[in-house]
């Protein structure tokens, strides 16, 4: 018997919901389509779909089933699995329970007629602290996705993140004092880089998995009605419960607010937040596309004269820095605060004379270009600057994998259904709010949130960032004598005709130099610094 999970028939979901009717579900199987269609997808892609057995992923099943077979895709194997559909269950091995549930959760997808795998997770360095038990798991969780769809040559992962979960993020994240960007929330669709690329020949993907969250506009009660309309059990995680974790206290509070005005202006804020990130981001595409140049050894050179950073907004130019500097450092938080007013000041004080290190990039005017150019380059003193991994090895492929020329299409499909580019600021808000004070207060100005909505807020808000300021001390006090590990060093072997990746995102291939001819070195080195080492040809990025 499972202690923990319980699968909740529809006779317990009928004590807390009134039956969902046939035009609910209709309803939600119309928004699912558009949604779909919106991320560029059609019945015949194959997917991968992230599934714990709660509710939320129990629904994504559900809906993401029933579009398929609405496209008139059929089963396969037999007429017992939909075609092109795999449900990844993660067992992270937390609990003691954790693999008979994931059993049950499999048998109960399955049922569906979605084929389901189970991946465990393992923590070769112990299991994680509570304070960061939860970031650890999802870290663990998004890997193991990522491993899954490249073995099984899939393209595309939907996530089960709804409405609710954006509003919780919402206030966690006022209680951080993020700015708007941040506060926009999940993206509908984003991109999951692998950290180990697999090397083919030339031809490899480095677009990464296209994740999808097509559930964004659905509530928790929505997740509720979908699987009983479909008489579909799910469990309950009781960790969700726990009050240790920021997110479930904030869940708790926003579930104990019967107000549906209050839950509907909350959702017009994220609206207006996704709004501005829009038109940020295009902004910054727009920019790089006219003024970055990423070269293929891994630096990137802005044309400061030509971008005019004195006439671009401090949002824009602080978006587009970090976009730069994330790509060439390879690490995954953006810059912020004190160290970005820093470069914010840099880039605008043209021509630029000077140099400096900051978020893992060593920054310097390029040569020859009298300050008017500036060249962003991974710092020696990164930890990322050494680290190296293995790469898969595959036979030489004359073109991309089938998968990776998919997401390339899904993609263009995507940007052709709906180019929602906003070619001026006049209806962009939050544009100049540089606190979560003065956001609050903008929003409160534009009739975005009602007076008992600010208070609401305002008061979840404080009640956060006091238990997040709580658990800073004392995580301080126990980590005084956390000792940091280097990260410069490495102990991968290297030898002639192996390939590694540098940075997890440019390649490194060893050769014999005498099997190296004039024209490779050439055509795919370019500029690059050579030395001769044991008679192997080392390229250094």
Not at 296 to 310: F, Q
Request: proline share 4%.
């Amino acid at each position: 018997m499972l202690n923990a999970l319980r699968f909740s028939p529809r006779s317990h979901l009928l004590r807390f919901f009134c039956k969902s009717s046939a035009s609910d579900m209709e309803r939600y199987k119309e928004s699912f389509a558009r949604r779909m269609a919106l991320a560029g997808l059609k019945p015949h892609h194959r997917i991968a779909l992230g599934v714990s057995g709660g509710p939320d992923s129990m629904a994504l099943c559900v809906m993401t089933a029933g579009w398929k077979l609405d496209g008139f895709i059929e089963r396969d194997e037999g007429l017992k699995f939909i075609g092109g559909l795999l449900a990844i269950v993660v067992d992270h091995r937390l609990r003691a329970e954790s693999a008979e549930e994931a059993i049950l959760v499999r048998e109960k997808v399955s049922k569906m007629g979605i084929k389901c795998e189970i991946r465990c997770c393992v923590w070769s360095e112990g299991r994680p602290k509570q304070g960061h038990l939860q970031e650890a798991a999802r870290e663990k969780r998004y890997e193991i996705f990522q491993d899954i769809c490249i073995e099984h040559q899939i393209g595309v992962l939907l996530i089960a993140h709804h409405a609710d979960d954006q509003a919780e993020l919402l206030i966690l994240r006022l209680s951080r004092n993020s700015g708007v960007l941040g506060l926009a929330g999940m993206p509908f669709t984003s991109q999951l880089f692998p950290t180990n690329l697999h090397y083919t020949g030339g031809n490899w993907g480095t677009n990464g998995i296209l994740m999808v969250r097509p559930l964004l506009e659905f509530g928790k009660d929505d997740m509720y009605k979908i699987c009983q309309g479909a008489n579909q059990p799910f469990v309950e995680d009781p960790t969700n419960q726990s009050k240790l974790f920021a997110r479930n206290r904030i869940r708790l509070s926003l579930r104990s607010m019967p107000s549906r005005v209050f839950k509907s202006e909350i959702q017009m804020l994220i609206t207006a937040c996704r709004l501005t990130r829009s038109f940020v981001e295009n902004a910054c595409f727009k920019m790089i596309k006219e003024n970055v140049a990423v070269m293929d050894h891994g630096y990137a050179i802005i044309d400061v004269e030509k971008l005019e950073p004195s006439n671009v907004d401090d949002l824009c130019l602080s978006k587009l820095l970090s976009m730069v500097l994330q790509f060439i450092s390879q690490r995954h938080r953006p810059v912020r605060g004190g160290t970005m007013q820093l470069l914010l000041d840099y880039i605008r004080a043209v021509p630029c004379k000077t140099s400096l290190t900051v978020a893992g990039c060593y920054i310097s005017p390029a040569p020859r270009s009298k300050g008017l150019k500036v060249l962003i380059s991974c710092s020696v003193d990164s930890p990322q600057s050494s680290r190296m991994r293995l790469s898969y090895t595959y036979p030489l492929l004359e073109q991309q994998p089938s998968f990776v020329r998919e997401v390339d299409e899904i993609i263009m499909d995507a940007k052709s259904y709906c180019d929602q580019s906003i070619s001026d600021d006049s209806g962009v808000p939050f544009l100049h709010s540089k606190s979560s004070k003065a956001f609050l207060a903008e929003a409160k100005k534009l009739d975005l949130i009602s007076e008992s909505t600010l208070a609401t807020i305002l008061s979840l808000q404080t009640e956060e960032a006091k238990n997040f300021n709580i658990k800073a001390e004392v995580d301080t006090d126990n980590n005084l004598n956390y000792k940091m590990k280097s990260g410069n060093a490495t102990n991968i072997e290297i030898y002639p005709g192996l390939s590694c990746h540098f940075m997890s995102r440019f390649l490194v291939t060893w050769k014999l130099f005498k099997d190296v001819t004039k024209d490779e070195i050439a055509s795919s080195l370019g500029g690059s610094h050579l030395s001769r080492k044991d008679d192997c040809l080392k390229v250094i990025r």
